[in-house]
Structures are given as C-alpha cells and as structure tokens.
C-alpha cells in the first residue's frame, strides 16, 4: 500500500510525543506539517537529495495524496519533519530525535551518492572496444556524451507554447521574523518569465515554453532571494521542453 502524506506527518507527530509533546495535532497543526513537509522535499532537491518526493505544483498540497517514496526514504522524511516541527510548539528539538534525523540524512546522501557513481557513464575519451564499436561509414571509435536530464529531483513538463503558474516555498530557509525583500530571476532561451510576485514566504512565477530548438530540451529558472537579515539562497526549478505532435505524429 502506497504511503500517504498524512502518514508522514501522524510519524513525525508521533516522534513528538515520545519527546514530550502532550497535545494531539489539530486540523490547522495538520496543514501547517504539510506545509513544511513540501518545503523540506524541496529543499532535499535543491540539494540534490534525490527521493521521488512528490511536491505539489499546482495548487494546494493535499495529505491524503501519495508522497511517491520508497521505503527506505520513510525516515528520512519523518525524522527531519518533526525536528522542523518542534519550534513550533515551544519545544527544544531533543537531542536523540536530532540525532537520528541526522542520521537518516546521511544514510540518504549516501545512498544516493553511490547510486550516482553507478550510473557515471566512460569519458569521451574511452575507446568503445571492437565489440561496441559502430560500423558505419565514419567509425565512431569513443563514447558519445549523452543528453542527461539536470541532476535535481523534480522535473516540470511544458510543451512549446504552454503558459503555466508556479511556486515556491521557502518557508524551510527562513527563520523565525524573516521574510523575503529582493527577488532575482534567470532563465533559459527555451523559457520566458512572464510574471513574477514576491508573496514571501512564497515566490510566484508565470513562465512560458517558448521552444527546444538549438536550446536543447533541459531548461531552468533561477531564483535569488535576498531576505531582510541580509542571507541569500538561490533555487533552480528543472523544465522540459517539449514540442507538441498530432496523433499522426505531425508537428502542430
């Protein structure tokens, strides 16, 4: 049976009480550790914690959807939500729950580290061998480098000419009293910003596919924010470019 996102969340409770928490999550407790558990999947991503997290895009979050993990990412998430939970009921985060959120992000980036390493494909400078050597008239006798989607987690699809609204939450960076001033954007030839408003602690965007071609299909926007205590974070959001086909397979 596939995880729910409210399953995380009655976790990450759950390690609450046994720290000390007395009072059982309420409907609002319930919307705010869903908030935070999108803005820490997202933040996972940003650095490159691969999980399969599945972070709403579009619209509201809702608990009773699927998080998309695998098993082993069960901790992780649990672990780390409710040491992200604690300030928020007065408490100090313990020291073995901080202990062992620590841990399962360790176990985490190592895993996906290795995992990384396997999929590491021969330089270009790497004879094919006669075997694998391509018999056509001009011989290709080195591996080709590959067109690889960006390293980061999350992917969006457009296809050329689809106007789309997003955003983001960084709610997980800021601190207690920290809001965003300033914002920065940047964005790939294949994609052009449209709007953007600053609804700290989210960030809007409207973008759209303007095309693939001589661009390559792997676009990305950029945001810089700089908050009013002088820190700054910059986040790469991954698109798809794609262009639209009929059914008979005729570009439109």
Avoid: C
């Avoid at 926007?221 to 698109?239: E, S």
């Amino acid at each position: 049976m596939a995880q729910l996102k409210i399953d995380l969340i009655q976790q990450a409770y759950s390690r609450l009480r046994i720290s000390g928490l007395t009072v059982s999550p309420t409907p609002d407790d319930i919307v705010l550790a869903l908030s935070r558990l999108e803005s820490m999947a997202a933040m996972f991503n940003s650095k490159n914690i691969i999980t399969g997290y599945r972070i709403e895009k579009h619209g509201e979050p809702d608990p009773n959807e699927p998080t998309g993990l695998d098993m082993e990412f069960w901790e992780l998430f649990a672990s780390n939500l409710a040491v992200q939970l604690s300030p928020d009921f007065g408490k100090d985060v313990p020291q073995a729950l901080a202990v062992q959120a620590s841990l399962s992000l360790s176990a985490a980036s190592a895993a996906i580290a290795m995992d990384t390493v396997r999929m590491v494909r021969p330089s270009r400078r790497t004879p094919l061998g006669e075997a694998n050597t391509l018999r056509t008239r001009t011989r290709q006798r080195f591996y080709r480098e590959p067109v690889l989607p960006p390293e980061n987690a999350e992917l969006n699809h457009m296809y050329v000419g689809d106007i789309n609204d997003f955003k983001e939450d960084f709610t997980s960076y800021l601190k207690i009293g920290e809001f965003i001033t300033t914002m920065d954007f940047l964005a790939n030839d294949g994609l052009e910003l449209l709007e953007t408003d600053n609804l700290s602690p989210f960030i809007s965007y409207r973008v759209q596919a303007v095309s693939e071609l001589n661009v390559g299909p792997w676009q990305q926007v950029r945001i810089i924010i700089t908050t009013n205590l002088g820190r700054k974070t910059t986040r790469i959001i991954n698109f798809e470019v794609l262009i639209p086909v009929t059914m008979e397979g005729v570009t439109t």
